[in-house]
């Protein structure tokens, strides 16, 4: 699964860098390397504040991509272009 992301200063949710596409496991490294790194919506949900995404282990040690906070509408792992 390919995802669009940026990395950003989360204190003043500004944009580090330039929007990417790259794979969830690209995205997994860029956290562990240190990056902050939020999630990158279309529409409506683009003008709201960044959503960060986290790394979650898995019980038998896989990794996967999260989203920090609470729900939000428009704003969750459903709502981010998925590009296959």
Do not use: K, Y
Not at 29 to 56: C, E, K, N, T, Y
């Amino acid at each position: 699964m390919d995802v669009c992301w940026c990395e950003v200063n989360a204190a003043s949710d500004l944009d580090v860098g330039a929007s990417v596409v790259a794979s969830a496991a690209d995205v997994v490294d860029a956290i562990h390397d240190g990056a902050q790194v939020a999630a990158m919506f279309s529409g409506r949900s683009a003008d709201l504040p960044q959503r960060l995404f986290i790394v979650i282990e898995h019980q038998d040690g896989t990794e996967a991509l999260a989203l920090d906070g609470p729900s939000s509408p428009g704003r969750n792992l459903a709502d981010i272009a998925v590009f296959t």
